[in-house]
């Protein structure tokens, strides 16, 4: 089996840990993302493997994630696999989301994912190989109830996405848009209570079927996946 560069940005934790172990039981290795150096540290350990690697990161920033993604690179190879799926949301009523949650959920979800996909894209159009994996929620299909400026976000990298799959459709490069609802993470801590949380799905459960989605297979690719909880 080839070994591929697997880089995941919000991995401490939900869905990017589960799928940043799942990559590295299959022999990858995977560079861990994230704003919370102890929580990566932690899942590196956690993993026991000898190709992982940890790097600090707002992927808000242009800036750095440039000077980032080119350190990663250095030290570790050309990127094979990207996964975004950082991501953060902040619920009210239209008129009472800040300017600062405002500015929150646009810089993360929308101009994170635009700035890690623009690190990656031209090094994978040179070797004509690549696969990114958008994580972006079902908040990106459908308006939702006290969710409009996630919902803004989302629909924003739902976009960029769409467009990204029609830029890079006579190339080699896969791109996934995956289309979850709430899944069993702290992410929803201070939304639902601790019943609702429990019916919500297991992020490992969502990682397979992501998994099983980008797997290359002949004459066939998966441009989105909807993945939706029983309640919804």
Not at 126 to 144: D, F, H, W
Not at 184 to 199: A, G, L, R, S
């Amino acid at each position: 089996m080839e070994v591929k560069h697997v880089v995941i940005t919000g991995a401490g934790s939900g869905l990017g840990s589960s799928l940043a172990t799942k990559y590295s039981e299959m022999g990858h290795h995977v560079t861990l993302i994230g704003r919370t150096f102890s929580k990566l540290k932690s899942l590196a350990e956690k993993i026991q493997s000898d190709k992982v690697s940890v790097y600090t990161l707002d992927v808000s920033s242009a800036q750095e994630v440039s000077q980032v993604f080119a350190e990663i690179k250095e030290e570790n190879g050309p990127i094979d696999i990207l996964v975004n799926n950082a991501g953060v949301g902040v619920f009210d009523d239209a008129e009472k989301i800040t300017n600062d949650a405002v500015d929150q959920m646009i810089d993360i979800n929308l101009k994170g994912t635009i700035f890690c996909s623009q690190a990656v894209l031209s090094e994978m159009k040179e070797r004509n190989t690549g696969t990114i994996i958008q994580v972006i929620s079902t908040a990106g299909l459908t308006g939702k109830v006290s969710e409009s400026v996630y919902c803004a976000s989302k629909f924003g990298v739902r976009g960029f996405t769409e467009s990204l799959v029609k830029e890079v459709s006579d190339t080699d490069i896969h791109v996934l848009a995956a289309y979850m609802g709430g899944m069993k993470t702290n992410f929803w801590d201070d939304i639902y209570d601790k019943d609702e949380i429990e019916h919500l799905m297991d992020p490992d459960d969502v990682a397979d079927i992501i998994l099983a989605s980008v797997k290359p297979r002949k004459n066939l690719t998966v441009p989105e996946v909807v993945i939706k909880n029983h309640i919804n």
